[in-house]
């Protein structure tokens, strides 16, 4: 089972740094992510998505493959590339691959424009070293699906961060 983790920062370039330093440790094995998004709140007010894969570019080039074989066996393979395309970026532009767009847009409206939030949907980690890695970052814990006791240990790592003071002891083990 995923977990879901959004963490609030100041800004966007804060959110991708953090989002690098995850994906770092994917490689080391540490942490496993489904998905990894970064919503930022414009000044103009309406939140963008900074999502990992274009599911319109990719609908768009599988279209254009399928289309052309259809094409060249139909005698028409301009014809096809054009339909494939077309159709597979309406179909990749209809998709949604790991968190919901709309639930991270919902959560994000309560941000203060220019902030940014980066969702984590995670397979698996390690979480004391991931957190080891990402606590000097700071932010602002806005959602998890985490269980009470880990939620509290990432909250306290952030905030010790933030306040630049030992986070508080808990009773979680």
Do not use: C, H
């Not at 259809?70 to 532009?93: D, M, R």
């Not at 709309?102 to 979480?127: C, D, I, R, W, Y």
Request: net charge neutral; charged share 20%; no cysteine.
């Amino acid at each position: 089972m995923s977990d879901m983790i959004a963490i609030i920062y100041p800004s966007e370039a804060k959110a991708e740094e953090v989002r690098q330093r995850l994906f770092k440790l994917q490689k080391e094995y540490l942490i496993s992510i489904s998905d990894a998004v970064i919503a930022v709140k414009t000044e103009a007010g309406p939140v963008k998505l900074n999502q990992l894969v274009n599911t319109t570019a990719i609908g768009a080039v599988s279209g254009s493959f399928w289309g052309l074989l259809i094409g060249v066996i139909f005698l028409n393979p301009i014809l096809g590339v054009a339909l494939g395309a077309a159709s597979g970026a309406l179909g990749g532009a209809l998709s949604d691959y790991g968190i919901d767009d709309a639930f991270m847009k919902e959560l994000s409206t309560s941000m203060q424009p220019g902030n940014a939030a980066l969702f984590v949907l995670v397979k698996n980690m390690t979480p004391e070293k991931v957190l080891r890695e990402i606590q000097d970052a700071g932010g602002t814990v806005l959602k998890t699906s985490l269980d009470d006791s880990k939620e509290q240990k990432l909250r306290d790592a952030l905030a010790k961060a933030s306040t630049g003071q030992p986070a508080p002891k808990t009773n979680a083990a």
